[in-house]
């Protein structure tokens, strides 16, 4: 059971706009630990998508945006696209029990 | 490039221990802006940090984990290493090693990761 809740599922057509929640608490997104966001395409490994709250590595596509409010965070995906059909997790640090980085429950993006 | 690629059995047995290693290959390891972690994913589950090394063998692990898993460094072999003792089938999963994007274990993400080996538990 992760500490940080993400819906399991979201879904758009092409060309729509989708967020993703990422909820925390006071222990970790509330504390100001940073949250990064992965896209997991099927039998493949997480590619880091967004970092520090709201950064894009180099060559990710700025139709992927990252925010951070309270203890919360949002990822949104802008003009959908088929090939961003994938599961999404979040990531932070949790300073609660003796301290851990933390993933999310992940969410399933499916386009329609 | 810097690539990283995790080795190790693909089958333990219950209660034995597990042990897989990750190469880093096309960069090194001894940098002193990084960490390197593992990161695990049971079937169709989600992921979970296992714990991090410094090029140094300083250390962080997840709490839950803690007492059961040791992590070492090789900067020799450019090579770090996880054990996990008395493992169970709930330790069933796709092993990931990867690349803190700084120094900091709190603050950084992980931007670099190797293509995973399932490691299953069974007898």
């Known amino acids: 059971q992760s500490v940080l809740t993400q819906p399991p599922s979201v879904s758009g057509a092409p060309g729509q706009r989708v967020t993703i929640s990422c909820t925390g608490s006071?222990?970790?997104?509330?504390?100001?630990?940073?949250v990064h966001w992965y896209q997991q395409l099927p039998g493949t490994a997480p590619k880091l998508l967004i970092y520090?709250?709201?950064n894009r590595p180099s060559g990710v596509p700025d139709r992927f945006s990252g925010s951070k409010s309270g203890t919360s965070a949002s990822l949104a995906i802008t003009g959908l696209q088929a090939e961003d059909e994938a599961d999404y997790y979040c990531q932070s640090y949790d300073s609660s029990l003796g301290g851990s980085s933390v993933f999310g429950t992940g969410t399933k993006v499916t386009v329609l | 490039q810097l690539q990283l690629q995790e080795s190790g059995p693909g089958l333990v047995k219950p209660s034995e221990t597990l042990s897989l290693t990750c190469t880093v290959s096309?960069?090194?390891?001894?940098?002193?802006?990084?960490?390197w972690g593992w990161v695990r994913q049971p079937p169709g589950k989600g992921l979970e940090w296992i714990g991090s090394i410094y090029y140094s063998g300083s250390t962080y692990y997840n709490p839950s984990l803690k007492s059961r898993v040791t992590i070492s460094v090789d900067t020799s072999k450019k090579q770090f290493s996880l054990k996990l003792s008395s493992v169970t089938a709930a330790d069933t999963a796709v092993y990931y090693c990867?690349?803190?994007?700084?120094?900091?274990?709190?603050?950084?993400?992980?931007?670099?990761w190797g293509q995973g080996t399932m490691v299953t538990v069974s007898s």
């Open positions: 096309g960069g090194s390891i001894s940098s002193n802006s990084y960490y």
């Open positions: 520090g709250n709201s």
């Open positions: 006071s222990s970790n997104i509330g504390a100001g630990y940073d």
């Open positions: 990867a690349r803190h994007q700084g120094p900091t274990v709190t603050l950084d993400a992980f931007d670099i």
